[in-house]
């Protein structure tokens, strides 16, 4: 009875309207956000933009993603950049620290030596290569 009263037309309409608000409020999010982050504007140009964006919310976000559209994507891009700088450094950083001290590498080398794995004279020629 429900589909015969709701056509098939009618759920793709609601669909497609109900996509066109989720994108909106994906859209008005990250306006708001460029506006706050941006660095290159003071307080009272980003009131504005609020309150234009708040009055007139199309329009104010299409003169907004004009006007600025192309600075929101270089700051993106820095905050991309600052953010991988960071993960290479904290990786470096943990990947020095777990390693291998060369006291453990020479405990290993007598190890292997007292098992008769590798020779004395090996032994020595690793010991110089991990002590230069």
Not at 82 to 110: C, I, M, N, P
């Amino acid at each position: 009875m429900l589909a015969y009263d709701y056509p098939l037309l009618g759920l793709f309409w609601t669909m497609l309207w109900i996509f066109i608000f989720v994108a909106w409020i994906f859209l008005l999010i990250r306006v708001f956000a460029d506006i706050f982050r941006s660095h290159d504007m003071g307080g009272w140009g980003k009131a504005l933009w609020c309150i234009l964006i708040i009055i007139f919310p199309i329009l104010g976000t299409l003169i907004y993603l004009i006007a600025r559209g192309r600075g929101m994507t270089e700051r993106d891009m820095a905050i991309a950049q600052q953010q991988e700088q960071a993960f290479r450094s904290y990786v470096q950083e943990t990947a020095a620290a777990g390693g291998t001290s060369a006291a453990d590498e020479l405990s290993k080398l007598a190890d292997l030596r007292s098992k008769g794995v590798i020779s004395d004279a090996e032994f020595e020629q690793q010991k110089a290569k991990l002590l230069a």
